[in-house]
């Protein structure tokens, strides 16, 4: 069966605002964060909110514009070495934010159900390297969400992305 013969659930600029949504939220989650607890507090062994954050920002930018320039390149935080205030990782999540955009923009249709080999590790269809990219932010947003808890601040609604 053909897939692009098949009706559309979503169409792609209902993605990258469903993806936007999910990013906009997760920044208003790192504005939460007291400055100090943003870098230094973790539960149980987890890693700080900042190295969370550090690892969001090495997958959704570069990892899309690794797919829309058919670039594998190797997952590296080296990046985010550099930031040491939360404002530069808010400074750095809207550049992001706009480069996803741009390359965005790049993607036909078409491409979704080519194959990419995602940093070297994973050959997915690249709807599905998108959709690891949601879940993966996703999951450590909820990280997050439990750290703000345990220091008495109330996150902000999940539901409003």
Excluded: C
Excluded at 74 to 84: G, M, S, V, W
Excluded at 122 to 144: A, K, L, M, S, T
């Amino acid at each position: 069966m053909n897939t692009l013969s098949v009706p559309q659930v979503i169409s792609t600029q209902d993605l990258l605002k469903h993806w936007q949504g999910h990013r906009a939220l997760t920044r208003r989650v790192i504005e939460a964060f007291p400055e100090k607890d943003f870098f230094e507090f973790s539960i149980a062994g987890m890693r700080t909110f900042a190295k969370l954050t550090d690892e969001l920002l090495a997958i959704a930018a570069p990892a899309l514009k690794g797919i829309v320039n058919r670039q594998v390149l190797p997952f590296t935080e080296k990046e985010t070495e550099n930031l040491t205030t939360k404002a530069q990782y808010l400074e750095r999540w809207d550049r992001d934010t706009k480069e996803i955009n741009d390359n965005w923009e790049k993607l036909s249709i078409e491409d979704f159900s080519e194959s990419f080999n995602l940093f070297g590790q994973y050959e997915f269809p690249i709807i599905q390297n998108i959709f690891y990219f949601i879940d993966n932010e996703v999951h450590h947003r909820g990280q997050g969400y439990v750290y703000l808890r345990a220091l008495g601040i109330e996150p902000p609604f999940f539901w409003e992305r």
